[in-house]
Nanobody, 126 residues
């Protein structure tokens, strides 16, 4: 079955960096747009980054643009989220997700993602 396993979360001071890793199995990884979402209790899930199948196109909301970078290695079935200049408001559980798409389509709605990881906690202290 499809599995997405996130790692790399943790506690970091404001201004610090973390790299999240999403290891995928059970799917043809290169056929999926990959996204990273975050959520806090009582709040809506937020897309923080997405990358097309080949890695050629990416999306970031204004809240993380210039600080977060999504990438993928299709040979390793792995997606990454490099997070720099972290702020306390970046604290959340971060999830990776996979959306089956055409080669150049970039999924930006959570409903477009069929598979989800279990999440990894990121805590940024002030």
């Amino acid at each position: 079955q499809v599995q997405l396993v996130e790692s790399g979360g943790g506690l970091v001071q404001a201004g610090g960096s973390l790299t999240l890793i999403c290891a995928a199995s059970g799917l043809t990884f290169s056929s999926y747009t990959m996204g990273w979402f975050r959520q806090n209790p009582g709040k809506e899930r937020e897309l923080v980054a997405a990358v097309t199948r080949s890695g050629g196109n990416t999306y970031y909301p204004n809240s993380v643009k210039g600080r977060f970078t999504i990438s993928r290695d299709n040979a390793k079935n792995t997606a990454y989220l490099q997070m720099n200049s972290l702020k306390p408001e970046d604290t959340a559980v971060y999830y990776c997700a996979a959306s089956r798409t055409t080669p150049t389509y970039l999924s930006v709605r959570g409903s477009e993602y069929a598979y989800w990881g279990q999440g990894t906690q990121v805590t940024v202290s002030s």
